[in-house]
């Protein structure tokens, strides 16, 4: 009841194109939900977050969009560039502490040029 | 802010060998992780200290892995004695504690056990 489910494990997108990943989760007391992004070499950073209380969070050409209902979630990546190929891993969080986070497994995304 | 720093980046040895991990987090923040990244396994969350205190090492492998935390600036994550299947990403993260703050990574250290 702890996991997070994130499916596909790898992307190929053309460039322009539309990425999305989408992750799924059990427990009904999550209460915040942010996607992280890796480049190779680095530690992965927050990307966008969204509560439970709205259905999408965009910020520039990434959106969240959240099915509470369903207990769902997944990030649009619009007009893909080569520049967001990367890891993404979405993410869950209990009494929003990141001392209680859990982790989707993570997508490798690759943008074609 | 120079984010949180671990040291070293790339680190090999040979099965047997004592390795130690360094991480320095973020100043102010009072809650320090470590994880491990393998492709297998994805991020696994290894130890949570808050307050220089272990709060929860369930997910430390087994008693070949320790880890510190003497002072708010500084921790290590231990393994002795190193084997094969160690070989991984291990990153260090910090978290100021505020709701919704997100956990900030430090680059990692690839390890690589031959």
């Known amino acids: 009841q702890q996991q997070v489910k994130q499916s596909p494990q790898s992307l190929i997108v053309q460039k322009g194109g539309i990425s999305i990943i989408n992750c799924a989760y059990e427990?009904?007391?999550?209460?915040?939900f942010p996607w992280y992004q890796q480049f190779p070499g680095k530690g992965p950073a927050l990307l966008i977050a969204?509560?439970?209380?709205?259905s999408e969070k965009k910020e520039g050409r990434f959106t969240i969009s959240f099915n509470k209902s369903a207990k769902q979630f997944s990030l649009h990546i619009m007009d893909s560039q080569p520049g967001d190929s990367a890891t993404y891993f979405c993410?869950?969080?209990?009494?929003?502490?990141?001392?209680?986070?859990?982790f989707g497994s993570g997508t490798r995304l690759s943008i074609r040029p | 802010d120079a984010g949180v720093i671990q040291s070293p980046r790339h680190e090999v040895t040979e099965m047997g060998q004592e390795v130690t991990l360094r991480c320095k987090p973020i100043?102010?923040?009072?809650?320090l992780f470590w994880y491990r990244q393998t492709m297998m396994r994805g991020l696994e969350l290894l130890i949570y200290?808050?307050?220089?205190?272990?709060?929860?090492d369930s997910g430390m492998p087994e008693d070949r892995f320790s880890a510190k935390m003497p002072n708010a600036s500084f921790s290590t994550l231990k393994i002795q004695p190193s084997e094969p299947r160690d070989s991984a990403v291990y990153f260090c993260?910090?978290?100021?504690?505020?709701?919704?703050?997100?956990?900030?990574f430090g680059n990692g250290t690839r390890l690589t056990v031959t």
């Open positions: 993410a869950a969080t209990l009494y929003s502490s990141a001392s209680k986070i859990i």
């Open positions: 969204i509560r439970p209380d709205v």
């Open positions: 427990n009904t007391a999550f209460d915040y």
């Open positions: 993260a910090s978290w100021s504690g505020a709701t919704n703050s997100p956990l900030h």
């Open positions: 100043s102010g923040h009072n809650s």
């Open positions: 200290f808050n307050n220089n205190v272990p709060i929860d």
